[in-house]
């Protein structure tokens, strides 16, 4: 069996070990959600990855609802993320784009007073700090349910954003279909009240999913794309009743696709991230799904070897480890300490808790 640190292909990836790092939000981008220099360092010190998944990006104003994350639906976004990609390419690494709609996780303060887009009209439990909130979380609005026309246009967006996404210098791009966002919202039937061919039964809920990928696959290739789902357990309000009648047909389906990847985060019991006593489905979907398969959500080094180790997953996705252990892969493959996070400084702007986390070497320095 292969090892957390052996090379693994990823579609048009040769990834140098199965250490992948999994989106994670910053907030370092501009508020025209355009990338800034001090996220070229970022990346680029963790360029080690065996793959870096990008923090989610919008794929349009009308499905980005987080302030100062990047998009990729201008030409300025695409132009900025352009010398950030160089510089992790320069530093031997692979990066591919997650493309984001937040659905009604877009707080109307970021839309003009508008209403956000789902599946259904509903309304996401919880709160978002906006631009004009002054520091304070506002609560959500309520949604208003996507017409026909609102899916074929979000379709053209993630077809356009895949797009720019290779322009920018991205080796590829993934689907942001988890945690309680525009697809998963589509997926599950406590949020999709659909009657339509949009809804009711899973087959039905799946479709947007479908179209989706089928719009990035004819952009990107199936060797560039990949998706993320979060398939048990409630993700800021968003759940299914039934999470194996649901996924284990997208598992047969994105078979044939031949993706470069599908990623699934799935929190336990006692998650230190959410957790949840739906169990996991990663066991059923690795015997429905024939291409290669990334787990993640609280994983040490440990666990990640025995899971690759054993078969039940070809690579880990780590998020948290990543912030403040730029060279996880080393730390994890020499057994080292690993630096804890400042959790203040997740989206605090600056390179705090951003870019000034040491090194192995420079501990030893």
Known sequence: MAGLFDPITLGAVQAPNRVLMAPLTRGRATQDSVPTAIMGDYYAQRASAGLIISEATGISREGLGWAYAPGLWTDEQVEGW??????????????VAQLWHMGRLVHPDFLGGDAPLSSSATQAPGSVRTYLSSGEKRGYGMARAATLDDIQRVLDDYARATQNALDAGFDGVQLHAANGYLIDQFLRDNTNLREDEYGGSPENRARLLREAI??????????????????NGDTQGVIDSNPEALFLPIAHYL???????????????DGTFGSTTQPPISPAFRKAYDGVLVLNQDFDGTRARDVVESGAADAVAFGRP?????????????????????????????????????????EAA
């Open 214 to 231: 089928d719009r990035i696959v004819d952009v990107a290739g199936g060797d560039r794309t990949s998706v993320r789902f979060s398939p």
């Open 322 to 362: 990543f912030l403040a252990n730029p060279d996880l892969p080393a730390r994890l493959e020499q057994d080292a300490p690993l630096t804890k996070d400042d959790v203040p400084t997740w989206y605090s702007r600056g390179p705090e808790g951003y870019t000034d986390y040491p090194t192995l070497e420079t």
């Open 255 to 269: 078979s044939g696709k031949k993706l470069a990847f599908v990623e699934l985060r799935e929190p336990g019991p």
């Open 82 to 95: 352009k010398p950030v990609l160089e510089q992790v390419h320069k530093a031997g690494g692979r990066i």
